[in-house]
């Protein structure tokens, strides 16, 4: 029989002892399992920082979910009850809804002596929803559980909801689910007939059409890249006064797994080293329910207690953004950051990012940070990508936001205000760039998005196939993305504007003519080589040569970027390996025609990088024991 005093129930953090320590901080101390000067530690950092001491006492010294609860179940008179091994009613959690359970943090379980018994983590929360649960259910009495049980119950019972609002929460016109492989394979062989057909019949007449466009474009590509360049040089007039948030936020980051088993030990090792507050640091680990071996691998080491894996379920799809929607069902914080699983932020990283915010207006809903790679010198491939890397984040991206076009934004280093990413539903689960997606998504709806200079290292992907393989799904997603958006041209010119409209045909469209034209681009190397090219004698020789200029001017562009990136990347040794990117960027074009191929066949399908493959030499070399956090046990039974 369950034991329950209803007198007894009461804020536990409100209840103050002689020296100022609330019931639960007073019962941890008694227990023996933190000290006075602890606990008086962690009543003023829960005041300062406007948490429940709990969470102060959890993720900054280490008391375990199950030492909490137990000390809150002495003080209050309630029973502990682990809805896991012994479910809830599903008729109760029906009544109250799924949806509040996740947003109160409490779970009505059972209907025993008259009464409805209310399951709670946090008793201040069952004290919060105490009318509008009597309005529901009469009589009530709180029991505790801790809040991994209580969020694991949640999970199980919500059975395919959450899976399928994480799938579908983006609406459906901003969303590429409805994207017909079929009718787009249709489509793909009656473009490549016709080109043929006009091969056959004007092959001339073909190869000047599509130097023409593959002109337009080259022009337009090169002249944003070079004023890009130039305005990302200028130095901005920054405020001399930089606010400091009075109190810093909680922040969630999000850390999708999948078949992690190389780089999980380095991951753990360089989120410990965040220097930010543990009592505002809440990291998931996002897990998929099917991928067995990196939950293994998780499972043989002690997170620390402000990170915690979060599983999610099998769906139709397995990709990131689905796991990410389904993980912010269960985030804590106010800021929703995400890195990918090879990362190295810097240790200074969030606190950065949380003064970024407290001196940004709402409108800007997404700070983005730059990616560098850690494995810059394993070899020529990865060399190159670095130079890639640091033109793109260091130079194009902040050009593209000082010039107020849409910012495409990178899979990782992402920061955004959690009101905001749930106002745009979130991730487009179908798409394979659902960052570029989103990048769109945020300027449609009238936010904004600010580079940061924190840097967040990576692992340069090494090996010439899954190079391709990771480009293609980057190239395919960005052919998604701008077909999703240019549904209804007069809505997104409306929603942008002409200047950011114009902005997505050149970032998109001319993105992707660029890849897949660039054979036509790379013949007029030919008379620079003393070769006859097909086309000079049917053109005027002004004009032939003004095609040779503009060609050998974009490449001296993308040689200048490649400089002004390594330099602002402080990786001036790799400047002698720009001349080689004339060698590196084929692979993109075989990448572009592989992820067009896959628009009509797989246009979902994740086509996974593995990591940890090509690691730093020191940490390949250098023997670590395993992770061993400060976990402190729970009360005995």
Same mark, same amino acid.
């Given at each position: 029989?369950?034991?329950?005093?209803?007198?007894?129930?009461?804020?536990?953090?409100?209840?103050?002892?002689?020296?100022?320590?609330?019931?639960?901080?007073?019962?941890?101390?008694?227990?023996?399992?933190?000290?006075?000067?602890?606990?008086?530690?962690?009543?003023?950092?829960?005041?300062?920082?406007?948490?429940?001491?709990?969470?102060?006492?959890?993720?900054?010294?280490?008391?375990?979910?199950?030492?909490?609860?137990?000390?809150?179940?002495?003080?209050?008179?309630?029973?502990?009850?682990?809805?896991?091994?012994?479910?809830?009613?599903?008729?109760?959690?029906?009544?109250?809804?799924?949806?509040?359970?996740?947003?109160?943090?409490?779970?009505?379980?059972?209907?025993?002596?008259?009464?409805?018994?209310?399951?709670?983590?946090?008793?201040?929360?069952?004290?919060?929803?105490?009318?509008?649960?009597?309005?529901?259910?009469?009589?009530?009495?709180?029991?505790?559980?801790?809040?991994?049980?209580?969020?694991?119950?949640?999970?199980?019972?919500?059975?395919?909801?959450?899976?399928?609002?994480?799938?579908?929460?983006?609406?459906?016109?901003?969303?590429?689910?409805?994207?017909?492989?079929?009718?787009?394979?249709?489509?793909?062989?009656?473009?490549?007939?016709?080109?043929?057909?006009?091969?056959?019949?004007?092959?001339?007449?073909?190869?000047?059409?599509?130097?023409?466009?593959?002109?337009?474009?080259?022009?337009?590509?090169?002249?944003?890249?070079?004023?890009?360049?130039?305005?990302?040089?200028?130095?901005?007039?920054?405020?001399?006064?930089?606010?400091?948030?009075?109190?810093?936020?909680?922040?969630?980051?999000?850390?999708?797994?999948?078949?992690?088993?190389?780089?999980?030990?380095?991951?753990?090792?360089?989120?410990?080293?965040?220097?930010?507050? *543990?009592?505002? &640091?809440?990291?998931?680990?996002?897990?998929?329910?099917?991928? #067995? @071996?990196?939950? !293994?691998? $998780? %499972?043989?080491?002690?997170?620390?207690?402000?990170?915690?894996?979060?599983?999610?379920?099998?769906?139709?799809?397995?990709?990131?953004?689905?796991?990410?929607?389904?993980?912010?069902?269960?985030?804590?914080?106010?800021?929703?950051?995400?890195?990918?699983?090879?990362?190295?932020?810097?240790?200074?990283?969030?606190?950065?990012?949380?003064?970024?915010?407290?001196?940004?207006?709402?409108?800007?809903?997404?700070?983005?940070?730059?990616?560098?790679?850690?494995?810059?010198?394993?070899?020529?491939?990865?060399?190159?990508?670095?130079?890639?890397?640091?033109?793109?984040?260091?130079?194009?991206?902040?050009?593209?936001?000082?010039?107020?076009?849409?910012?495409?934004?990178?899979?990782?280093?992402?920061?955004?205000? *959690?009101?905001? &990413?749930?106002?745009?539903?979130?991730?487009?689960?179908?798409? #394979? @760039?659902?960052? !570029?997606? $989103? %990048?769109?998504?945020?300027?449609?709806?009238?936010?904004?998005?600010?580079?940061?200079?924190?840097?967040?290292?990576?692992?340069?992907?090494?090996?010439?196939?899954?190079?391709?393989?990771?480009?293609?799904?980057?190239?395919?997603?960005?052919?998604?993305?701008?077909?999703?958006?240019?549904?209804?041209?007069?809505?997104?010119?409306?929603?942008?504007?002409?200047?950011?409209?114009?902005?997505?045909?050149?970032?998109?469209?001319?993105?992707?003519?660029?890849?897949?034209?660039?054979?036509?681009?790379?013949?007029?190397?030919?008379?620079?080589?003393?070769?006859?090219?097909?086309?000079?004698?049917?053109?005027?020789?002004?004009?032939?040569?003004?095609?040779?200029?503009?060609?050998?001017?974009?490449?001296?562009?993308?040689?200048?970027?490649?400089?002004?990136?390594?330099?602002?990347?402080?990786?001036?040794?790799?400047?002698?390996?720009?001349?080689?990117?004339?060698?590196?960027?084929?692979?993109?074009?075989?990448?572009?025609?592989?992820?067009?191929?896959?628009?009509?066949?797989?246009?979902?399908?994740?086509?996974?990088?593995?990591?940890?493959?090509?690691?730093?030499?020191?940490?390949?070399?250098?023997?670590?024991?395993?992770?061993?956090?400060?976990?402190?046990?729970?009360?005995?039974?």
């Amino acid at each position: 029989m369950l034991r329950f005093d209803v007198h007894n129930q009461r804020l536990n953090e409100r209840i103050l002892s002689d020296d100022g320590l609330s019931a639960l901080s007073q019962g941890l101390v008694q227990s023996l399992l933190i000290t006075h000067v602890e606990a008086t530690e962690a009543e003023t950092l829960s005041q300062k920082r406007n948490l429940p001491v709990q969470d102060v006492l959890i993720r900054r010294f280490g008391v375990s979910q199950l030492s909490v609860a137990r000390t809150h179940a002495t003080y209050a008179g309630a029973q502990i009850v682990n809805p896991v091994t012994a479910p809830p009613d599903m008729s109760l959690v029906f009544i109250y809804g799924i949806a509040n359970c996740l947003e109160n943090g409490i779970l009505p379980w059972r209907h025993i002596g008259g009464a409805t018994i209310i399951l709670t983590s946090h008793p201040e929360k069952f004290e919060t929803q105490r009318p509008a649960l009597q309005a529901r259910f009469g009589r009530i009495r709180m029991a505790i559980t801790t809040e991994e049980q209580l969020a694991r119950c949640i999970s199980y019972l919500s059975g395919g909801t959450l899976v399928k609002t994480a799938e579908t929460t983006v609406p459906s016109l901003e969303s590429c689910r409805n994207w017909n492989a079929r009718r787009a394979m249709f489509a793909g062989v009656a473009v490549l007939g016709t080109i043929a057909l006009l091969g056959y019949l004007a092959p001339i007449g073909l190869l000047a059409a599509l130097t023409v466009w593959a002109a337009v474009t080259l022009f337009f590509g090169t002249a944003l890249k070079a004023v890009a360049a130039v305005v990302s040089c200028r130095t901005a007039q920054e405020s001399s006064q930089v606010a400091v948030p009075v109190r810093m936020p909680v922040i969630t980051m999000l850390v999708p797994l999948y078949k992690e088993t190389a780089i999980a030990e380095h991951l753990l090792r360089r989120l410990k080293a965040l220097d930010y507050p *543990r009592e505002l &640091l809440d990291v998931c680990l996002v897990l998929e329910e099917s991928d #067995v @071996t990196t939950r !293994a691998t $998780l %499972g043989r080491t002690v997170l620390p207690t402000w990170m915690r894996p979060v599983v999610v379920p099998k769906g139709t799809i397995k990709t990131k953004p689905r796991a990410l929607n389904y993980a912010l069902n269960f985030a804590h914080g106010s800021i929703i950051g995400i890195w990918d699983a090879e990362d190295a932020p810097n240790p200074d990283q969030l606190s950065e990012v949380a003064i970024a915010f407290a001196n940004s207006g709402s409108e800007v809903a997404c700070l983005q940070g730059t990616l560098d790679y850690y494995n810059s010198s394993a070899n020529w491939l990865t060399r190159c990508f670095s130079l890639e890397y640091a033109s793109w984040f260091r130079i194009m991206l902040p050009g593209l936001e000082k010039l107020g076009l849409v910012v495409p934004l990178g899979g990782t280093t992402l920061f955004f205000r *959690r009101d905001a &990413l749930e106002n745009l539903g979130g991730w487009d689960a179908h798409n #394979v @760039t659902e960052d !570029a997606d $989103l %990048g769109v998504r945020l300027c449609r709806h009238g936010y904004r998005t600010r580079l940061i200079h924190t840097v967040t290292e990576e692992e340069a992907n090494g090996r010439a196939w899954p190079w391709v393989k990771q480009r293609s799904r980057w190239l395919k997603g960005y052919a998604i993305t701008y077909g999703v958006h240019m549904r209804d041209p007069s809505k997104l010119w409306q929603d942008l504007g002409p200047k950011r409209f114009l902005g997505v045909q050149l970032l998109f469209l001319g993105t992707l003519s660029q890849f897949v034209l660039a054979p036509v681009l790379w013949s007029f190397w030919l008379p620079v080589l003393g070769v006859a090219h097909p086309l000079a004698p049917f053109m005027h020789p002004v004009l032939f040569w003004t095609l040779v200029a503009l060609f050998i001017t974009s490449e001296l562009v993308g040689l200048a970027m490649a400089a002004l990136g390594a330099h602002k990347a402080d990786k001036m040794w790799l400047l002698k390996w720009a001349p080689t990117l004339q060698f590196y960027f084929p692979l993109a074009a075989i990448a572009a025609y592989k992820g067009l191929f896959e628009l009509a066949s797989r246009p979902f399908y994740w086509d996974k990088t593995a990591h940890g493959v090509l690691l730093p030499k020191e940490w390949e070399t250098k023997a670590t024991p395993p992770l061993q956090p400060l976990v402190r046990p729970a009360l005995a039974e």
